[in-house]
C-alpha cells in the first residue's frame, strides 16, 4: 500500500516538473520552416542557400552490400563532378549517407533522421525496407529512388522506380528466347525465384507470357540461404525444362548454372538483373556463366558503345581502381542524374521544395540521361520504362558481361499491366 | 527414380558437411556442456584464410594453414573468453558466445567485403559419372572426407587418452578432474578440435556447385543446429546421423516442392526444423543423447 | 514527518523522479530519430523484460522470442486491419485488437509449451529456434492475413475517439504532437506498467518458485513447487510480454515487415538480458536500451568520431563499429560484470554508500565487507 503511495507521490511529482520543463521553449515549437532563400528560390527541408541535402539509405554491411557499395560510389562521383561544374542552382550537393545493414528497424530509424534533414533520397536500398516507410514517405512527400525494381513500390508519386521491373523484364527474357528460338510454344520452362517481392514480381511476368504463348511454368521457390542447387537442378530435370529462368541471387545462379552443365543440360539460363555480379567470374562458376546464361536488364551495361556509359567508366575506374563495376555503378549514377535533373527543373520554377521537386521530376516525359533508355516520369503506376536489355557474361570486358540484344522492348510487354503495390 | 537417386546422393553428400559442422558441436558439447554460437564464424575464419592464401602456398598448404588457424582461433576463444568468464550458468555461456561470434564475423566479413572468394581446389567443377547419375568430385570428397574424419574420431574417442578423458569429463567434470583430468586441457583441444573441423566443413560449403566464399556463408553453420540436436547433442554417432537426416530432408523437401505445394513453396528451409521437432517430441534428449536422469 | 520527508528524498526516489521527467519531457525536445530509435528501445524493453523472466528469472532458454514478438504484431494487424483487396482482416477497434493479440500471443507461447515442458536446457533453446523457421515460412507463405514479404500497414491506435497517428496533430505547449511523440507516451505507459508487474511477480511468491526452479529443478519439485504448471505458466507469460513488445513494434513501423523477426531479433533479445543483468527488470530494460539505441546513435553520430571510416569508404565503417562494441559489450559483461549492467550499478552505489558511511577501525577482508 504504501509503496503505491510513493509511486503515485513519484509520478505526480515528475508530470509537474515534465509539465513545466515541456513548457519552456522547445524548438520544435516553431514549427515547419520553409521559407524563401536569398535568390528567391523557396526552400524546402535540407536545403540552404549553400547546400542542398540528399539522402542515402543504403546497405554497406549486410547481405546487399556489393550493391550498395557500387551504387554508393557512382553516386558520391556524380554529385562530386556536379558541385565541381558549379553543383545545382548555386548550391553544392551535400550526401548524407547511412547505412541500414539490411535491416527493417534501422532503415526505419535512419528515414526518421533523412525525413527531417534532407530535400530527396536518390538511393533507398532494399524494397522490404522501402515498403516499411512508404506511408511515410508519401505522408513526407519525399522523393525517393528506390534501389529496388519490384512492382511492390508503384503506385506512389514521391516513389520513381526507375527503369523496367523485374516482371517485364521477364517477359521481354521470355519473349526473346522464343525470339532467338531457344524455346517454342508449348515448352516448360523452370522458374527458381526467392521468396519475397523480387522473386514474387519476376514470377508474376514470367507466367504472364507463359499463358500468352502457351508455355508451362514450372516453380522452384528458394529462400536466400539456399545456396546448393542440386535439388532444383534434379527438380527441373525430371520435369524435363526447355529453359531455366533465374531470379534469384548471384551465388545461386553459380550453383544452379554450375550443377546443370556439369549433369550436361544443355538449356539455356535467362537471369534477373540481380542474377549476376562480375565477381562470379573469378571464381571456378565462370565457365557454366559464360556458356548459355544471359540476363536482362533495364540498363546499359558499363561495357555498353554510350559515350556517357564509356565516360563513367573511365571516372569511376580512375576514383575507384580495381573495384567491380557492375550494373548497380550505371544505375546508380543514372539515379543521381535524375535527382539533379529535378533539381535543376525545381531550380528553374524558383521552388527547391519538396512538392516543387517531385512535380519538376513529374513533369519529364522524356527524361534521357544517355545512359541507357529513356524514361517517361510522369506517371507512377506503370514503370518508367518497358525496354529490356539482355546481357551475356563475359570475361576481362568491364562490367564482365556483353549486350547480346539492346535494349528492346517486346510487343507483350506494351500490353502487359502490372500489378500496382504488389506482386 | 533417377530424380529421387540425385536427391538421395545430394542430400547425403551436403547432410555429411552438415554432420561435420554438427560433429564440431557435440565435441565442444561434450567437453564444455556450453552450446557454441560461434561456430558459424570459426568456418568463416577456416574457408577466409583458404581462400587468401592458396593462391600463394597452392592449396594443400593453405588448407592446412586455414585448419591450423581456425584451431587455434577455437583454443582463443576457450582461453580467452570461456575460461575467464565467472558466470556458471551455461547458457550465460551459450550467450556469450554470440558475442564472440558477432565480434568475429563483423571483422571478417569486412576483410571479405564484398568479393566472392574462390577456394582454388583441386576439384573445380568435374563432374563422376555413376550408373547414368553424375556427382560432382566435390561432393565426393566431402562425403570421403567426412567419413574418414567422423570415424576418426569415433576411433580416437574410444581408444586414446585425450577421448578417455573427454568422456570422463563429460560423464562427471568434478570427479574426472580428482581423478587428474586436466579439464582446461580438454576444452581447449574441444574447441580446437570444433576449429579444425569448422574449417573442413567450410571449404566444402564454398566449393562447387557454390561460387566460394563470401559473407553470407556463416548462414549455413545455423542448419547444423538441428543437425546436432536432433542427434544428440552429447553423442558424435549423433551428428552424424543429424547431419545425414538434415541434408537428405533438406534435398527431398526441396526436390519434390512441387508435389506438397499446400505447405507453401519454398519448404526445403523449414523441414529441418519440423524433422527435428519431432524427433525431440519423442526422444527429448535426440536419437542418440543421453537422458539426464534425476535421482534423489 | 521528517522521517517521511528523508525517504521521500532517498537517490533511488529522485532518480526515479528525475528519470520519469526526462522520459515525459523528451518527445518535446527530441527530433523524430531520437524518438523512432527510442519507441524501438521502449518495445524491445517489454520483450526483453518478457524473455528475463522466462530465461533470466527460470532458467529456460528461448531463442524462439522473435516467433511470440511477429504473433503479437501481426496479430494486432489482422485483428484491427480491415478486409480489402487480397488480404482479410477483422476490422475490430484497435485497442480491443491489441489486446486480443497479447492473448494470441500467449496462447502461442500455450501451444509451444508441451513441447517446452519436456525439454530441457539447451534442448529446449535450440527447439525454439524452429519457431523462428516456421514463423518466417508463415509470414511469408500466408498471403491473406500476414500479406507476404509485402508486409501490411499498421493500423493506428484509436483510443476513445483520441488517434495515434500523425494527423490530426494535438498542440499541446505549442508543441505539435505527431504520431511518434503520441506513441511515445504509450510506449512508456505500456513500459512501466509491463515492468511493475514484473516486479511484482518477481518479489512475490512465483518469483521465489521460479529462482528455484532455475536453481534446482528437482529440490524445487521436493519443496512442492508445481514445476511443470509454473514452467508453462512462464512460458506463457513471456510470450504475452513478446506479443505486446510486438504491437508496440508494429505502431512504431507502422508496415510490419517479415525479414524483421528473424533470428538476429531472437539473439539480439538474449544478448539485451545478458547485457542489462540476468533475472531483473531494470536490467532488462538497460540492456534493451544497450542494444538498441547503439546502432542508430553510431549511424547517426559515428562520423564525428576517431577510427571510423565514413560509410563506404575503407576502415571500420558506423555499422560495423557498433557491432563491435555490441559483441564486446556482451563478451565483457560476462567476463568482468557478471550482473550486467544493473551489477556494475549496483557496485558503484554500494562503494558511493561505503564512502560515506564512517570506515570501521578494524580493517576487514573485501568479502566480510558490508555491502
Given at each position: ?258 550443377i546443370a552443365r556439369s549433369q550436361g543440360m544443355k538449356q539455356p539460363i535467362l537471369g534477373s538483373n540481380s542474377a549476376f555480379s562480375p565477381q562470379l567470374l573469378a571464381t571456378p562458376a565462370k565457365p557454366a556463366l559464360v556458356e548459355g546464361f544471359f540476363f536482362t536488364s533495364a540498363g546499359a551495361p558499363i561495357s555498353a558503345d554510350l559515350p556517357e556509359v564509356k565516360k563513367l567508366a573511365d571516372a569511376y575506374a580512375k576514383k575507384y581502381p580495381g573495384q567491380p563495376m557492375d550494373s548497380a555503378v550505371v544505375s546508380g549514377y543514372g539515379n543521381g542524374a535524375i535527382v539533379v535533373s529535378a533539381l535543376k527543373k525545381a531550380c528553374e520554377a524558383k521552388d527547391l521544395t519538396r512538392e516543387g521537386l517531385i512535380k519538376a521530376h513529374r513533369s519529364d516525359a ?58 | ?285 535426440g536419437l542418440f543423447g543421453t537422458r539426464e536422469l534425476a535421482r534423489v | 514527518m521528517s522521517s517521511a520527508l528523508s525517504r521521500a528524498l532517498r537517490p533511488t526516489v529522485i532518480a526515479a523522479v528525475a528519470g520519469l521527467v526526462v522520459m515525459l519531457v523528451i518527445p518535446f525536445y527530441a527530433e523524430p530519430f531520437l524518438l523512432q530509435a527510442g519507441l524501438f528501445a521502449m518495445a524491445a524493453a517489454i520483450g526483453a523484460i518478457g524473455l528475463n523472466l522466462l530465461t533470466g528469472s527460470t532458467g529456460q532458454l528461448s531463442m524462439g522470442h522473435a516467433f511470440f514478438l511477429a504473433v503479437g504484431a501481426y496479430g494486432y494487424v489482422y485483428f484491427a486491419g480491415d478486409s480489402g483487396h487480397e488480404l482479410s482482416g477483422l476490422g475490430l477497434p484497435t485497442p480491443l ?275
Open positions: 500500500m504504501k509503496s503505491t503511495l510513493r509511486m503515485t507521490a513519484v509520478t505526480a511529482v515528475a508530470l509537474a516538473l515534465a509539465a513545466g520543463a515541456a513548457g519552456c521553449a522547445s524548438d520544435k515549437a516553431t514549427g515547419g520552416s520553409g521559407g524563401a532563400g536569398a535568390d528567391g528560390v523557396k526552400q524546402g527541408p535540407g536545403v540552404t542557400d549553400k547546400t542542398i541535402k540528399l539522402g542515402v539509405a543504403t546497405d554497406l554491411t549486410g547481405v546487399y552490400a556489393p550493391l550498395g557499395k557500387s551504387l554508393t560510389q557512382s553516386q558520391q562521383l556524380y554529385f562530386e563532378q556536379t558541385n565541381a561544374a558549379g553543383g545545382v542552382c548555386g548550391r553544392k550537393i551535400e550526401t548524407v549517407v547511412r547505412d541500414h545493414g539490411y535491416d527493417p528497424q534501422k532503415a526505419v530509424s535512419i528515414y526518421s533522421e533523412l525525413s527531417t534533414s534532407v530535400l530527396a533520397i536518390p538511393q533507398f536500398l532494399g524494397s522490404p525496407m522501402v515498403t516499411a516507410v512508404k506511408q511515410r514517405i508519401e505522408s513526407d512527400k519525399m522523393f525517393t529512388i528506390p534501389s529496388a525494381w519490384s512492382t511492390t513500390l508503384l503506385g506512389s508519386e514521391p516513389i520513381q522506380v526507375t527503369g523496367t521491373t523485374y516482371d517485364v523484364d521477364m517477359i521481354n527474357g521470355i519473349e526473346w528466347l522464343l525470339s532467338k528460338k531457344l524455346i517454342k510454344k508449348g515448352d516448360k520452362l523452370g522458374h527458381v525465384y526467392f521468396e519475397g517481392d523480387y522473386g514474387g514480381s519476376a514470377l508474376r511476368g514470367a507466367k504472364f507470357a507463359a499463358d500468352k504463348h502457351g508455355l508451362t511454368i514450372v516453380e522452384q521457390k528458394i529462400k536466400a540461404t539456399d545456396n546448393d542447387m542440386g535439388p532444383q537442378v534434379a527438380a527441373l530435370s525430371k520435369a524435363k525444362v526447355a529453359a531455366i529462368l533465374m531470379s534469384a541471387g548471384p551465388r545461386q545462379s553459380a550453383s544452379l548454372a554450375g522524356n527524361a534521357d540521361t544517355g545512359l541507357g533508355t529513356p524514361m517517361n516520369f510522369t506517371y507512377f503506376d506503370k514503370p518508367a520504362t518497358r525496354k529490356t536489355y539482355v546481357l551475356q557474361p563475359k570475361d576481362k570486358i568491364p562490367g564482365g558481361a556483353v549486350i547480346v540484344q539492346e535494349a528492346t522492348e517486346s510487343e507483350l510487354a506494351t500490353t502487359y499491366q502490372p500489378p500496382v503495390g504488389s506482386y | 527414380m533417377t530424380t529421387f537417386i540425385e536427391l538421395l546422393v545430394n542430400g547425403v553428400s551436403i547432410g555429411s558437411v552438415y554432420a561435420l559442422i554438427a560433429l564440431g558441436f557435440v565435441i565442444i558439447f561434450k567437453a564444455t556442456e556450453v552450446v557454441n554460437f560461434a561456430h558459424a564464424s570459426l568456418l568463416l575464419v577456416g574457408g577466409y584464410v583458404i581462400a587468401v592464401l592458396h593462391e600463394d602456398l597452392g592449396f594443400w598448404l593453405a588448407l592446412v594453414a586455414g585448419v591450423a588457424v581456425a584451431a587455434v582461433v577455437g583454443a582463443l576463444v576457450e582461453f580467452c573468453v570461456l575460461r575467464r568468464s565467472r558466470a556458471g550458468d551455461q547458457h550465460v555461456l551459450a550467450i556469450v558466445t554470440i558475442g564472440v561470434d558477432i565480434l568475429l564475423t563483423t571483422e571478417l566479413t569486412r576483410r571479405i567485403g564484398t568479393d566472392v572468394l574462390a577456394m582454388g581446389d583441386p576439384w573445380q567443377s568435374q563432374v563422376v559419372q555413376i550408373g547414368g547419375i553424375s556427382i560432382a568430385q566435390t561432393r565426393i570428397a566431402a562425403l570421403v572426407t567426412a567419413a574418414t574424419l567422423i570415424t576418426c574420431f569415433l576411433l580416437a574417442f574410444r581408444y586414446t587418452s585425450w577421448g578417455i578423458a573427454m568422456r570422463a569429463a563429460a560423464e562427471d567434470r568434478e570427479t574426472a578432474a580428482l581423478m587428474g583430468v586436466r579439464l582446461s586441457r580438454v576444452s581447449m583441444g574441444a574447441w580446437a578440435v570444433a576449429g579444425a573441423l569448422a574449417a573442413v566443413a567450410a571449404l566444402f560449403l564454398t566449393v562447387f556447385p557454390t561460387p566460394g566464399l563470401d559473407r553470407s556463408t556463416s548462414l549455413v553453420a545455423l542448419k547444423a543446429f538441428p543437425a546436432a540436436i536432433l542427434g544428440g547433442l552429447d553423442s558424435t554417432t549423433g551428428a552424424l546421423v543429424g547431419g545425414l537426416i538434415i541434408g537428405l530432408a533438406e534435398s527431398l523437401a526441396a526436390g519434390y516442392q512441387n508435389d506438397v505445394t499446400f505447405l507453401g513453396r519454398g519448404i526445403g528451409e523449414v523441414v529441418p526444423y519440423l524433422v527435428m521437432i519431432v524427433i525431440l517430441l519423442i526422444r527429448p534428449a | 485488437a491489441a489486446v486480443l493479440a497479447v492473448v494470441l500471443a500467449g496462447l502461442a507461447g500455450g501451444l509451444f509449451s508441451p513441447i517446452a515442458g519436456r525439454l530441457r536446457g539447451t534442448y529446449l533453446g535450440i527447439a525454439s529456434l524452429a519457431l523462428i523457421f516456421i514463423g518466417q515460412h508463415i509470414l511469408h507463405n500466408a498471403h491473406a492475413i500476414t500479406g507476404g514479404a509485402n508486409g501490411r500497414d499498421v493500423p493506428p491506435l484509436e483510443l476513445a475517439g483520441f488517434s495515434f497517428a500523425d494527423t490530426p496533430e494535438l498542440v499541446v505547449f505549442q508543441v505539435p504532437l505527431r504520431a511518434l511523440e503520441k506513441l511515445w507516451f504509450l510506449a512508456l505507459l505500456l513500459l512501466l506498467a509491463a515492468a511493475w508487474v514484473a516486479r511484482g511477480i518477481l518479489r512475490g511468491r512465483p518469483g521465489r518458485a521460479m529462482g528455484t526452479i532455475r536453481d534446482h529443478e528437482i529440490a524445487a519439485g521436493v519443496m512442492g513447487v508445481p514445476v511443470a504448471r509454473y514452467r508453462a505458466g512462464v512460458f506463457v507469460l513471456s510470450s504475452m510480454y513478446a506479443g505486446l513488445a510486438g504491437v508496440l513494434l508494429a505502431m512504431a513501423f507502422r508496415r510490419t515487415v517479415p525479414d524483421y523477426f528473424g533470428i538476429i531479433l531472437s539473439l539480439e533479445y538474449l544478448a539485451m538480458i545478458v547485457i542489462g543483468g540476468l533475472g531483473s527488470v531494470a536490467g532488462a530494460v538497460a540492456g534493451a536500451a544497450f542494444v538498441s539505441l547503439l546502432p542508430p546513435l553510431f549511424t547517426r553520430y559515428g562520423d564525428g568520431l576517431p577510427l571510423i571510416a565514413a560509410p563506404g569508404a575503407e576502415g571500420v565503417s558506423p555499422a560495423e563499429a557498433s557491432r563491435i562494441l555490441y559483441g564486446a559489450a556482451v563478451v565483457a559483461v560476462v567476463l568482468f560484470f557478471p550482473g550486467g549492467l544493473l551489477g556494475v550499478w549496483g557496485r558503484v552505489r554500494a562503494s558511493l554508500a561505503a564512502r560515506r558511511t564512517s570506515h570501521p577501525l578494524t580493517r576487514m577482508e573485501p568479502e566480510e565487507q558490508p555491502t
